[in-house]
């Protein structure tokens, strides 16, 4: 017998008794969604920053290579988009869009059609994901069922930058992925 | 294996032992602070429990509903009926690709089933990627927690075996320069791997998709930037809809370290243009326990680590004193489902507080599996020395005479002998405490003296 | 006394009758100040509780058996111990024959302050305890029998023991840092973990005495034994009770 068919038949043969699939209900959310998001990101130590801030701070800081996928930022890109996503390692900024944002825990919806790589918001130094102001929900219950039936091959919340605490439980930001999260909020 | 034995050479090391309950207990604590921020925790807990007990009495409905989804999405899906063949699917796709070096996220499940020393033995580097799992394959250990699995280990320790193996300075104990350390080695063993393993968080059947979530992004990096991606998961891991994981990922990440979420939470549902993407559906004595009726539920966890957080034996005896893949209460109680004999005291090794039940986001009832295990146990080992004077104590208490006179025997021979060995228990008892001061005379006496004349 | 009170069976855990009597004189005294008809039978043993935790609660069928007959009778059953009173409840095994009276007893068996604020509906009792105390919750009496709301659960909170306590003058209960973690007693754990029990007590007692705690207060006399057995030998400073022993002698 496949292991395939061995599995299936050690379940079939207990005979269990089907408990019933709870519906989900709606529940309370903050009454300031803008005002909510915020605190989460500060939670996941990443920043709101407005359209002027990060305009300003790239001014200032001069990232050598930045890509954006975002019309709102689209003259930011001084790259192209690589084959392979191994040419991304040394990219400093990314700028993305997210389709929409929960309140409760900053988590931010991206799937394929926002990302032109999958790896690039992981593999970049710093990332800037933007949402618009509509698109934040109040809670992951929400977050699904605006995600809905979309069919992508890859999706992602993404709450916060890359972070560790596992040296002695203090918090490290920067462990593998983007060393830093700001959200742009429209 | 023998549990009081290894809590008793870890409580030795005061400061240390210290150090480690007050330390899980700060995470146990955060993880207060956020459940009290969400109204409707309580009933959150019981959709999740629902949602999973609904999921295990439909598991090969839902397997075969994720096998068929999963496949038409472009993914591989494998069976595996125990870790041997677990691990025998993982040397195949490997040897395909000529693959000598792999990268690996935090699973479990690839511990449980000791993948990696079975590819060391085929001369392939493997590198476990999450920094806390790197810091242990570097010393050679096992996890010692499931969710922080060098939560054992001080800085210092981190800074020696760095210092020896990524050339940090030495003595250099702050978390953030040896981190950076960390990432910079991971990031070139990122960029060459040509195969990444995950484990898988949830499986959803609905849509034939995975959930991974990390903290670090160590997973992410490994997938996206490898050609082939293995995930591997136990065959309890389902869920029916893709909509349950709003409940799910509120939960786990509160429950675990007390933030709202994690900071990654990847669905995976068919691979990328040119790539491969494997689903490794494994067995390895789950449905034994998904027979075992009163011990089913066990199979409900999302693997969130509050049990082990919470509870006061784990942090006074460290991860390593169960001596299983999956320590703490709930390893207490998947263990002995694994081998009764050679985790026998761990049931044991509770004070049946209850406190790992109330924290469970799923619900399980953790400590009257445990109580429930202590009665298996006691059956399978028979007459043994405590069994017997277990049964002599039931004499006892069934005859009031026989509960007077020994009772007044007992309190007699307390006064004379206090290392007595009439009752031979107390011999440990006395260790560290004293025994209570005698009265005169028991209440049953001075009932009769009083109320009953 | 009025003749139409429900007549309430007294049951004394073995070890309460053999090392504390106090405790269960001033259960029994409580009681008839508060105007209770309270007998305590005296053929009464063990619940059968210390067989079942070790694993074999199998065994323990002749000890509930006995326990089911001296106490069927009763219209409540009342002990001054949350975790007997959850083993009466919850663990101890089913016998055929008298599933009538077990079942009777496992529905009217209460805790000693349950009873008194959840069928006497009693609120609080007056008088005056000048003394700091901490709060020492028994977990079986805490997440078994739920007599308080514990720290792990998103629920109101609530304790009955302490409501009783509320209006105490003079009274300071103090918040302690681990509100409701487990003393390290736990039966034959006891012993068979000696060392993580001994250590858990020193620790709970560390946890009172930090915050200049002078009593201890608890509701399960196994949890106080432990612990005051290890306060003893360590020299702590802190004394400790059963909540019975401070409502008797505070109560007019
Ligand atoms: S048993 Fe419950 S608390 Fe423990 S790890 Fe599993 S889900 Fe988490």
Request: glycine share 6%; aromatic share 8%; charged share 25%.
């Amino acid at each position: 017998m496949s292991s395939k068919a061995s599995i299936l038949a050690a379940i079939k043969g207990l005979n269990m008794k089907e408990k019933p699939l709870p519906e989900i209900p709606d529940f309370d959310v903050a009454p300031d969604l803008i005002e909510a998001y915020t605190h989460s990101l500060n939670g996941n130590k990443g920043t709101v920053v407005s359209k002027e801030e990060l305009e300003q701070l790239i001014a200032e800081t001069g990232f050598p290579k930045i890509y954006s996928s975002s019309p709102s930022f689209a003259t930011f890109t001084n790259c192209e988009l690589p084959q392979h996503p191994a040419d991304f390692a040394d990219l400093d900024l990314a700028i993305i869009e997210g389709q929409f944002a929960s309140a409760e825990n900053a988590a931010i919806w991206l799937d394929e059609s926002n990302l032109d790589l999958r790896a690039i918001p992981f593999i970049t130094a710093h990332l800037v994901i933007v949402i618009k102001k509509e698109n934040i929900v109040g809670n992951m219950h929400e977050a699904y069922k605006r995600i809905g039936a979309t069919k992508s091959g890859f999706g992602v919340f993404i709450a916060g930058p890359s972070k560790t605490a596992d040296i002695e439980q203090s918090l490290v930001v920067g462990a593998h992925g983007a060393m830093s999260l700001r959200v742009v909020i429209l | 294996m023998s549990h009081p034995e290894n809590a008793t050479v870890f409580l030795k090391d005061k400061e240390r032992a210290k150090w480690h309950d007050d330390t899980l207990w700060i995470v146990r604590q955060k993880r207060d602070v956020t459940i009290h921020q969400i109204p409707e925790w309580e009933k959150l807990r019981e959709l999740a429990s629902q949602i999973k007990d609904h999921t295990l009495s439909k598991l090969d409905f839902y397997l075969e509903e994720l096998e068929k989804n999963a496949t038409a999405n472009g993914i591989k899906v494998h069976w595996a009926e125990n870790a041997e063949e677990h691990n025998k699917i993982i040397g195949k796709i490997l040897d395909e690709k000529n693959c000598k070096a792999i990268v690996k996220s935090k699973s479990i499940l690839t511990e449980e089933c000791h993948l990696n020393p079975f590819l060391e033995e085929k001369g392939i580097e493997v590198v476990d990627t999450d920094l806390g799992e790197r810091i242990i394959q570097f010393l050679k250990q096992p996890p010692s927690h499931i969710v922080m699995p060098a939560i054992h280990l001080k800085k210092s320790d981190i800074s020696d075996i760095f210092h020896e193996k990524l050339h940090t300075e030495k003595g250099n104990v702050d978390p953030v320069y040896l981190t950076h350390a960390a990432r910079l080695h991971l990031r070139e063993k990122f960029l060459q791997a040509k195969v990444a393993i995950t484990g898988v968080n949830f499986a959803i059947a609905e849509t034939g998709e995975f959930v991974v979530c990390t903290n670090e992004g160590n997973a992410d990096m490994g997938v996206h930037l490898a050609d082939t991606h293995i995930a591997c998961m136990g065959i309890e891991k389902l869920i029916p809809r893709r909509k349950d994981l709003g409940v799910f990922l509120r939960l786990l990440a509160r429950s675990a370290t007390g933030q709202s979420i994690t900071n990654y939470n990847s669905h995976f549902r068919s691979p990328s243009p040119g790539k491969e993407l494997h689903l490794i559906l494994v067995n390895n004595g789950r449905t034994k326990q998904l027979a075992r009726e009163k011990f089913r539920n066990s199979l409900k966890c999302i693997r969130c680590g509050a049990c082990m957080n919470t509870c006061p034996i784990y942090r006074r005896s460290g991860g390593f004193s169960y001596g299983s893949t999956v320590p703490g209460p709930i390893g207490s109680i998947l263990s002995p489902g694994i081998d009764l004999k050679k985790y026998s005291t761990l049931p044991f090794a509770s004070t049946l507080c209850g406190s790992c039940t109330d924290v469970c986001p799923v619900k399980i009832n953790i400590h009257e599996q445990l109580y429930e295990w202590r009665q298996e146990i006691t059956k399978a080992q028979g007459a043994s020395l405590k069994g017997l004077s277990m049964k002599l104590a039931n004499g006892i208490f069934k005859s009031p005479l026989a509960y007077k006179v020994s009772g007044k025997l007992m309190r007699a021979s307390l006064k004379t002998l206090p290392d007595s060995i009439i009752y031979n228990p107390l011999n440990a008892w006395g260790k560290g405490r004293n025994l209570p001061n005698l009265p005169e005379e028991s209440f049953k006496d001075w009932y009769k003296k009083n109320r009953n004349k | 006394m009025k003749k139409d009170v429900p007549h309430i069976g007294l049951f004394i855990p073995c070890y309460i009758d053999q090392f504390y009597p106090n405790v269960a004189i001033a259960t029994l005294e409580l009681l008839e100040k508060l105007g209770c008809k309270v007998t305590y039978p005296l053929g009464q043993t063990c619940c059968g509780q210390p067989m079942s935790n070790a694993g074999f609660e199998a065994d323990s069928e002749g000890t509930t058996s006995k326990f089911i007959s001296d106490f069927a009778k009763f219209d409540y059953i009342v002990a001054p111990s949350g975790s007997c009173v959850l083993h009466v409840k919850e663990h101890s095994p089913k016998v055929d024959k008298l599933k009538k009276n077990q079942e009777h007893v496992q529905s009217n068996i209460y805790e000693l302050s349950e009873f008194i604020t959840d069928v006497l509906k009693v609120d609080s009792i007056k008088g005056s305890f000048p003394h700091k105390i901490g709060f020492h919750a028994s977990c079986h009496g805490l997440r078994g029998l739920r007599l308080a709301s514990d720290s792990e659960r998103n629920e109101p909170p609530f304790n009955k023991t302490l409501q009783l306590m509320k209006d105490l003058e003079g009274l300071e209960v103090v918040e302690l840092t681990r509100k409701d973690e487990c003393c390290g007693f736990g039966g034959t754990f006891a012993v068979s973990e000696e060392a993580i029990s001994v250590q858990m007590g020193k620790d709970r007692i560390a946890d009172h005495v930090d915050k200049g705690v002078e009593i201890i207060v608890g509701g399960d006399m196994s949890c106080i034994m432990h612990m005051q057995g290890i306060a003893t030998r360590d020299k702590d400073n802190v004394q400790l009770m059963h909540f019975a022993e401070i409502l008797n002698q505070v109560i007019s």
